[in-house]
């Protein structure tokens, strides 16, 4: 019967519209991207607003361009099988924004047939700070040890602490040089 035809039409249009709603307005970023390519085939406005991309140039990109070119080797190896990208498809990664500012992600995605492509869908959550404090305590559980052992001079310590702040503070750096060598 016509009427039941156009009332499951209908209830499949709303359907997709409630899922796109949900897609475009979910508070963590999703990326969906094609799996032979890397190409980016969609992502959700927190994803633009978290890489500062347009969804425009974001649909521009592959995944290799939102990664630093030396985690692009092994990216290649997981992505070789979908056998290999689901042992790995849970994963912290370092992500790049459209500002070449470094982030730490954790992604998990899932392969899925979208618009008769393979893809996975990724949704991303940014670990930058839980990693900067977990590095910083790692800097200063070394520095305590190095100062309870008496192996280093103090200056020592402290040249290495500085050290390990500039590796975490990229800005701090020059500051920190100036200070250190009177510069």
Known sequence: DATEINKSKAAVVESEKLYRYLFDNNPVPIIIW?????????CNAEATR????????FKQLTLRDIRPAE???????????EHN???YRQSAWRHLKKNGELMYVNVQGELINYNGRRAS???VQDITEVHYY????????QV??????????????IGFYLTGIESLHAGIKCAVLEKRYGK
């Open 34 to 42: 094609d799996f032979e390519t890397q190409e980016i085939i969609d």
């Open 50 to 57: 978290k890489y500062e991309y347009t969804k425009e140039e």
């Open 71 to 81: 985690d692009i080797p092994l990216f290649e190896q997981i992505l070789q099988s």
């Open 85 to 87: 990208y689901n042992k």
């Open 121 to 123: 869908v990724a949704i």
């Open 134 to 141: 977990q590095e910083l305590d790692t800097l200063e559980k």
């Open 144 to 157: 305590l040890e190095y100062s309870a052992k008496n192996e280093k001079s103090l200056k020592d310590i």
